[in-house]
């Protein structure tokens, strides 16, 4: 089945850092993904909507400068969380729709951020 | 109001008990219904779409009633890998149409004891 993979699984970084999340689909193409970020013990919030070849679409209240998302191809989306400070410290998760059939939305294993 | 609420639980029960979850959401527009597991610290996974005409799979079984904007999901003999937090998950409308979003509630933590 179609899979989505997202790298780095984890990661740690201090204060001040910027730190790139990659998202790819391995075995289909997607012209959408979503970026998700989800603290404990709360659902996910939609972060932005990445479309191939065109800017990201933010959610309201979510800064574009702070987290910059670049859809350079039908399979890779990078999410970079720049200048991370401990509130950004968070599960941040893609999904990529395929763009055949009913759509379906996969997701990937999703990042743990921990800045210090 | 969230545009999709749940109760956060825990609900605790025993092995082979039936658990019922209960989901509602705010936008009567919506069209996609979904509900998602959870384990801890992974992402959501797909575990049923949820249909107009209600619909099972196996132990589980899922019902919307859209004049109460209220989904639905049961849990028959429950095991203790039933033990996850349960998404209860909405397509995004904007007016006339989908947005394409998932819009996600809180989740509900099932905890299955022996």
């Known amino acids: 089945g179609a899979v989505v993979s997202q790298h780095p699984s984890w990661v740690i970084c201090k204060s001040g850092t910027s730190v790139k999340i990659e998202c790819r689909s391995l075995?289909?193409?997607?012209?959408?993904m979503f970026w998700y970020r989800q603290f404990p013990k709360q659902s996910l919030m939609l972060m932005a909507t990445s479309n191939e070849g065109s800017k990201a679409t933010y959610e309201q209240g979510v800064e574009k400068d702070k987290f910059l998302i670049n859809h350079a191809s039908l399979t890779l989306s990078t999410l970079t969380v720049t200048s991370a400070h401990p509130e950004d410290s968070s599960f941040y998760i893609c999904?990529?729709?395929?763009?055949w059939g009913t759509g379906e939305l996969f997701f990937g294993e999703g990042s743990r951020l921990t800045v210090l | 109001r969230k545009e999709v609420e749940q109760d956060p639980g825990p609900f605790n029960v025993p092995e082979g008990a039936t658990v019922a979850f209960n989901c509602t959401y705010s936008?009567?527009?919506?069209?996609?219904f979904f509900w998602y597991r959870q384990d801890c610290r992974k992402e959501p996974k797909l575990l049923m779409s949820v249909y107009s005409s209600g619909n099972e799979d196996g132990r589980f079984t899922a019902q919307l009633n859209r004049a109460s904007q209220y989904i639905s999901l049961l849990i028959r003999d429950s095991k203790l890998s039933d033990s996850a937090t349960y998404l209860c998950v909405v397509n995004g409308r904007r007016g006339s149409s989908n947005t394409g979003k998932l819009i996600f509630g809180q989740g509900t933590t099932l905890q299955v004891k022996p």
């Open positions: 999904s990529a729709r395929a763009r």
């Open positions: 075995d289909f193409q997607a012209t959408t």
């Open positions: 936008n009567s527009a919506s069209q996609s």
